[in-house]
């Protein structure tokens, strides 16, 4: 295995199953990371309050806040750091609930190690690389619209909302490579970490999004253009 | 359209189609009544033989009767109807419960023997890694062993083993073991009180009773175990009273808590494992045992009591409790000829 460059990331470890979580914390320590392990979502959220961490492992059924209130409460304090949910439950009202509250990743048990620490090590890079953009830049004016990528709000038609983390990735990246083509596939792979489960249609939601969100009239764009078979460009005319 | 759906819900669409029944029955009397006056009085002019008041009487009176039977019937329906969705709502959480239930050992042990396979782990990690492995391949021993015996107990297909015993020492025995089992201090648990009596138990059973209701008390106990036993006995009854001082049960609870499927969910609560089968189970084996189970709890963090009531061998529901032992002895027979 590859020499981990995340080595020293702290990580929030939230399940109440202990056979599971000393599994848990050996591999992941064994990967470099530093653990943290929360039995409940009460200790989950006193920890999270009192300390720093780099991504949040995430269980759903758990004792006095469940993972639902966790994410929730965490994001409201964070909307940058990464969660991935691990849980048993998989009705797909449950993940998209999930995902709605600020998840980054959904992951059914019983699982593969070996994904789940790609996709921890996924998240990891993501995190990096948009902390690293967004310390050069944090603020960015385009049209009408100024984007703050620290805290994640933006200002666009005479108002303020709040972006989620993959809509900020997403444009950030976007901004980022302004004047190039970035074809669907690169942006799958640089901020959603490709996985069989997110398809190309996902990007293009997305985009929709972030059009509604930016652009006077959706329809005919000036800043977020399709180009044809080969993906989205950004301008600033 | 929101105000409307409540004409989706059972009760409204039940009380409607009365409503609609009724009217059309009243129009159907009005109808009949109104033209039987002017039967009566035109009738006669006709011709006399076409009236004859008995046969009238007896038909609206068969009438009436028909209408009753099929409204009782309606009623009837739709309580089997209502009780049935209810235990399909619960049936629905129960699997909700089971797959976590089934799923995170599962889980757990996949990921000890991907973990073994990937990396060099270290002898002593290996044995700890077998040892939670064990702790988890029990659990689902335990899981799948209780939902075959809970079913066999509905189905009758459960085999007991009714024997007379001295009520105390019962329970002191069976006390002892879970204090292994659930690796508990001696001053966890607390037998207090005594009853000089007899009752025909089975002891498996029994054991399995007490096992549930002590592990609820572990569970649902936020802090220290503690949990005391009061023993006692009247004419007619042997009384063993669990009082743990955990989180409580609220009284709109209490009436659910031996249902099938029931499970609490309370932000409270300390523990959210669970099938809802436990205490369902529990009440099933006492009422085997031609006895009761009730619970009291004067709230939040104000602990449980589970009383449990036994017939006393000599005095109490003795045909009962001869043909359990009859049963069992026949069973044990019929295993000793295999």
Known sequence: MKKNKFVGSKILLVEDEETLAVGLEYNLNEEGYQVVWAQDGKQALDFFNTKEFDLIILDIMLPYYDGFEVARQVREKSPEIPILMLTARTHVDDKVHGLALGADDYMTKPFHLQELLLRVKGMLKRKMWYKEVTISQPVYCFGNNEINFANLKARAKGQEFQLTAHEAMTLKYLIENKGKIVSRKELLDKVWNITSEVETRTVDNFIVRLRKYFEPNPAQPIFIKSIRSAGYMFTDP | ?338
Not at chain 2, 12 to 20: R, S, T
Not at chain 2, 156 to 174: A, D, G, P
């Open chain 2, 1 to 338: 359209m929101k105000k409307w759906h409540f004409l989706r819900h059972p009760v409204v669409i039940f009380v409607l189609a009365q409503l609609a029944w009724l009217s059309l029955v009243g129009i159907w009397i009005y109808w009949y009544i109104s033209n039987y006056i002017i039967f009566d009085k035109v009738g006669d002019k006709i011709s006399p033989q076409l009236v004859s008041k008995s046969a009238n009487l007896i038909t609206l009176l068969i009438g009436l009767f028909l209408l009753v039977a099929i409204l009782l019937g309606m009623y009837l329906i739709f309580i089997y109807l209502n009780k049935q969705i209810k235990l399909a709502k619960l049936y629905d959480n129960f699997i909700g419960n089971i797959t976590h239930e089934l799923k995170s050992p599962l889980a757990s042990i996949q990921l000890y023997l991907e973990t073994m396979n990937m990396r060099d782990v270290p002898r002593s990690k290996q044995k700890e890694f077998i040892s939670l492995m064990m702790q988890d391949a029990n659990r689902l021993k335990y899981l799948i062993n209780s939902i075959l015996k809970i079913s066999g107990l509905e189905q009758k297909k459960i085999y007991f083993n009714f024997e007379v015993c001295e009520s105390e020492s019962i329970v002191y025995t069976l006390i002892d073991n879970a204090r292994q089992q659930f690796k508990l201090p001696q001053k966890a648990i607390q037998i207090i009180g005594s009853a000089p009596c007899q009752c025909v138990t089975d002891r498996d059973a029994l054991k399995i009773a007490f096992d549930n209701l002590i592990d609820n008390a572990t569970k649902y106990s936020a802090d220290n175990v503690q949990l005391t036993i009061r023993l006692s006995c009247n004419l007619k009854k042997f009384i063993m009273e669990f009082t743990d001082q955990g989180i409580g049960i609220s009284a709109k609870n209490q009436k659910d808590v031996f249902k099938k499927f029931h499970r609490i969910y309370d932000q409270n609560s300390p523990n959210v494992k669970g099938t809802g089968l436990g205490l369902y189970w529990v009440k099933e084996i006492i009422k085997y045992h031609g006895g009761k189970i009730s619970v009291i709890s004067a709230g939040k963090d104000s602990g449980s009591t589970f009383k449990i009531e036994l017939p006393i061998y000599q005095t109490s529901k003795q045909r009962y409790i001869n043909s359990l032992l009859k049963i069992s002895l026949k069973n044990g027979l019929k295993r000793v000829e295999k």
